[in-house]
């Protein structure tokens, strides 16, 4: 036996898929409008950025340096361009890469400090060996 289908049943099918259309439709349009602006990420990577920036990490680590500095102003772009995602995301990479140079310019300087040390102690050594004999 065939059912006979209700031509009330139909109609129902179709609303129930243009609201759940719908929904689906909203449900997006607020996920992408809820994307803040990183504001507070920007500053603190700018901040990150003028701390690096010193005498040393421009002679130890001038290539992470600049590659902060890049990523900030190209994080700065994409905030004026309203691409929020890609400012995040270059703001992230400019205070890690911030961070590095720091990071190696200190190891730079401890390690020249080591050698200016033992330099030192040779030069002490030698003075006192020549003294004794």
């Known amino acids: 036996m065939m059912r006979k289908t209700s031509r009330f049943q ?4 179709r609303n129930g898929v243009v609201n ?14 809820s994307v803040a602006p990183p504001t507070s990420q920007i500053a603190v990577s700018k901040a990150a950025v003028a701390q690096a920036s ?12 600049q590659s902060a500095k ?7 772009q994409a905030m004026v361009k309203e691409d929020y995602a890609l400012a995040r995301q270059l703001a992230e990479e400019a205070q890690a890469d911030a961070r590095l140079a720091e990071a190696k310019s200190e190891t730079a300087q401890a390690q020249k400090a080591a050698r200016d040390s033992q330099d030192a102690s ?3 050594r030698d003075e006192i060996n020549r003294k004794a004999q």
């Open 10 to 13: 139909l109609p129902l099918l």
């Open 20 to 33: 759940a259309l719908l929904a689906g439709g909203a449900l997006l349009m607020v996920g992408c409008a």
């Open 54 to 65: 010193s005498a040393a990490t421009t002679e130890y680590a001038p290539v992470e340096l």
């Open 70 to 76: 890049d990523k900030l102003a190209r994080a700065e």
């Open 122 to 124: 040779r030069v002490l």
